[in-house]
């Protein structure tokens, strides 16, 4: 099993308890209680910066030129940045120095399949991510389907009911599971010492 | 989830401890030291009698008629008997007083979704039960894309590397999942203490 353990911190408290239990350190900046300063999110352990808006579940309110400017800024001193597919392609080409995360998310629903695939067949970040809301078993299929396909693909379904498709897709060898610390920062997302019970339980790690 | 929690025993010995554990105990007859009185498996539990032949991964050796026989007689006293996909109509008819569980088993491949799809609609059980032997990933999409297409249906893939299908299967809706009650008696067989714990760490019981 080659995923890491992807730990999302909304502090540097949070953020020094991660460094020991996580494999990689995502840093989401719009949930902390204040910017910090550029540098003081180096860390030991690979990183990543993240700065979600409100309509991607976050909680980033500010103008989008300066939040991709905070996100040029942190990216030095990270290992990955989280880019939005929507965002154009003169984006992505600003952050040569650093790997990307390509992250999809729909909070309504789960696109075809085909559409799923045009989304990672697309995709210009290193990894892409694609995170949607689950109505029913067919698209737990079209998220296996999508895993079984492609490699350097991170897709889950969105909620409680589905939170096992996070699991799945670890399994089914996405390079990160995205963890909490104790508290969900998205519905349906495991604590990390969960998932890895959870996985060295069924014999996976 | 509406899953039964089944414990295979292979002795008396194990059936007293499953009744305290499982909602269903399945009396695996040729594993059992030697073939008990009928009426010694009638239970408290709902209960699946069994009789494996050694080509199914099993260790009845005996004649075939035989051994429908003494299904037939061990039927009497439990909820459902395990009959292989392979026995003709002519079988299945005589149980008519008891539930049964088709079951196929495929230790060299898993046919193609056509294949799998054909098995399923042409069942003549209550449930139908498919374990095959999984080469890659893309057999799990074969296996989650029946189990959201047809209900009744416990279908996983054998050996550790695929034991995760078990939780899947169950997960995503198959009426049971056959667990250990310490040693397994199928490769990948989780025992039912980890299988519960797994579940209920994952938020699904």
Do not use: W
Request: net charge negative; glycine share 6%; hydrophobic share 40%.
């Amino acid at each position: 099993m080659k995923g890491s353990f992807v730990v999302s911190v909304k502090s540097f408290a949070e953020a020094s308890q991660a460094v020991r239990v996580a494999d990689v350190i995502e840093f989401r900046l719009d949930l902390f209680p204040s910017l910090p300063e550029y540098d003081r999110i180096r860390t030991e352990k690979p990183s990543i910066v993240t700065i979600r808006l409100k309509e991607d579940g976050g909680r980033y309110e500010g103008e989008e030129e300066e939040r991709l400017e905070l996100l040029r800024k942190y990216s030095r001193y990270v290992d990955y940045v989280d880019l939005e597919t929507r965002l154009d392609d003169e984006v992505f080409l600003k952050f040569e120095k650093v790997k990307i995360i390509e992250s999809y998310h729909n909070f309504t629903e789960t696109p075809s399949y085909e559409e799923l695939v045009d989304i990672v067949e697309a995709k210009r970040g290193d990894v892409i991510k694609i995170a949607t809301m689950g109505a029913g078993k067919e698209d737990v299929v079209k998220i296996v389907k999508l895993l079984t396909e492609y490699d350097d693909v991170v897709a889950f379904l969105m909620g409680r009911k589905f939170a096992y498709t996070r699991i799945l897709s670890f399994i089914l060898g996405s390079p990160f599971i995205y963890c909490s610390l104790s508290t969900p920062v998205a519905p349906g997302q495991y604590d990390v010492y969960t998932a890895r019970k959870i996985l060295k339980s069924m014999g996976v790690i």
